[in-house]
């Protein structure tokens, strides 16, 4: 059964930084693509970055670009989002997803198989 465990959610000041982690487990790692998602209050869930199935290509949404950073360790079957220069708007619940089947590297949340349970930003002015 394929797992993702988030971590690294909190409070932040705007201008701040976080880094979220999400492991995997129950699958090998270096054959899933890898997304970050985010979901605020009363608004749909939004892609926020992805990173292909060997972290050879990342692609960011518009939003973050220049701020946030994907990363993957796959020796450890981990993969990050750094984020920097938050902003109040960053506030959101996110979601990590994995992609199993070698379809599609990243786009909308219907590409990905499985999800993590969400980890709070929160981002203060």
């Known amino acids: 059964q394929v797992q993702l465990v988030e971590s690294g959610g909190g409070l932040a000041q705007a201008g701040g930084s976080l880094r979220l982690s999400c492991t995997v487990s129950g699958r090998t790692f270096s054959s899933c693509a890898m997304g970050w998602f985010r979901q605020a209050p009363g608004k749909e869930r939004e892609f926020v970055a992805a990173?292909?199935?060997?972290?050879?290509?990342?692609s960011y949404a518009d939003s973050v670009k220049g701020r946030f950073t994907i990363s993957r360790d796959n020796p450890k079957n981990t993969v990050y989002l750094q984020m920097n220069s938050l902003k109040p708007e960053d506030t959101a619940v996110y979601y990590c997803?994995?992609?199993?089947?070698?379809?599609?590297?990243?786009?909308?949340?219907?590409?990905?198989?499985?999800w993590g349970q969400g980890t709070q930003v929160t981002v203060s002015s």
């Open positions: 997803a994995a992609e199993t089947g070698g379809k599609k590297w990243y786009g909308p949340p219907s590409v990905y198989d499985y």
């Open positions: 990173s292909s199935w060997r972290g050879i290509s990342t």
